[in-house]
């Protein structure tokens, strides 16, 4: 009878080397995800953010700059956002870029006419796009160069 017991021994062992991994996959992959969802909403937020400041409702009249201070200051530390490399072109491009981007940061967009007084109305668009970068290596590979987020906002301003 002694006999049977002992060669069962090892049984809990192999079970948890078997079903540790699957295990902390899932916990991972959840605090990945919770990551993602974060950034997301953390992106959206300020470029609603962005669009709210470029709209003008008192003098000085709103700049680039401010917009872009606006973003940056709702997303706080932890990102790494610069400014589209496109928005230095002369003239400026019409549209965003989306390639280039290193992993886990992202680039700043806005529309032209930021702070101009044209007595008509017209709209103003912040886009923000982020390349997210999974911490799990399987996950990892699996999304390849990464998952781009990209958050818009268009506001009608009048002057």
């Known amino acids: 009878m002694r006999s049977l017991f002992r060669h069962r021994r090892g049984q809990s062992m192999v079970e948890f080397a078997v079903l540790a991994p699957v295990f902390f996959l899932l916990l991972l992959g959840t605090i990945d995800l919770g990551r993602a969802v974060y950034i997301y909403n953390a992106i959206s937020n300020a470029a609603r953010e962005g669009a709210r400041a470029g709209v003008p409702y008192d003098t000085p009249l709103p700049t680039n700059a401010t917009v872009a201070a606006a973003v940056q200051s709702k997303l706080g530390g932890g990102f790494s956002l610069s400014l589209d490399p496109c928005l230095q072109q002369t003239p400026p491009c019409a ?12 680039y700043i967009w806005y529309s032209s006419g930021i702070g101009t007084s ?17 911490w799990i290596p399987v996950v990892r590979d699996a999304a390849g160069d990464g998952v781009t987020f990209s958050a818009q906002t268009t506001m009608e301003t009048e002057y």
């Open 95 to 106: 549209t965003p870029s989306t390639t280039g981007m290193p992993s886990n940061s992202g």
């Open 118 to 134: 044209t007595g008509q109305q017209h709209p103003i668009t912040v886009k923000i796009t982020f390349l997210f970068q999974p």
